[in-house]
């Protein structure tokens, strides 16, 4: 059964680092583009990162909050992408998720578009206090 599960959630103190893994059985993930989401209480989902496939493997989306701190990479030999946080802040709690779309697209200073075929998975809570 194909799915989508997202790790490496945690405690982190402020100015900490995480790395969020993404990793999927049951389909290749090179051939979908990849989302990072993110989602506090009581506020809507907000689109973080995400990546390209194929050719457009370059081309990446950091929403304006986390540009220059995270990261997200490809890491097609255990079929996972990656979101590396750093520098994490207390604005930075959330429940973490990523989606991978067949159709998708990511486009560099918009960010992930849907378009159907997709995969989510269950979330990773990501807590940065002192």
């Known amino acids: 059964q194909a799915q989508l599960v997202e790790s490496g959630g945690g405690l982190v103190q402020p100015g900490g680092s995480l790395r969020l893994s993404c990793t999927a059985s049951?389909?290749?993930?090179?051939?979908?583009?990849i989302g990072w989401f993110r989602q506090a209480p009581d506020e809507e989902r907000e689109g973080v990162s995400c990546?390209?496939?194929?050719?457009?493997?370059?081309?990446?989306y950091y929403s304006d909050s986390v540009k220059g701190r995270f990261t997200i990479s490809r890491d097609n030999a255990n079929n996972t992408v990656y979101l590396q946080m750093n520098s994490l802040k207390p604005e930075d709690t959330a429940v973490y998720y990523c989606?991978?779309?067949?159709?998708?697209?990511?486009?560099?200073?918009?960010?992930?578009?849907?378009?159907?075929?997709?995969?989510w998975g269950q979330g990773t809570q990501v807590t940065v206090s002192s």
């Open positions: 989606a991978a779309g067949r159709r998708a697209v990511c486009i560099r200073n918009v960010g992930y578009r849907r378009g159907g075929n997709e995969y």
């Open positions: 049951g389909f290749a993930l090179d051939g979908y583009s």
């Open positions: 990546i390209g496939i194929g050719n457009h493997v370059s081309m990446k």
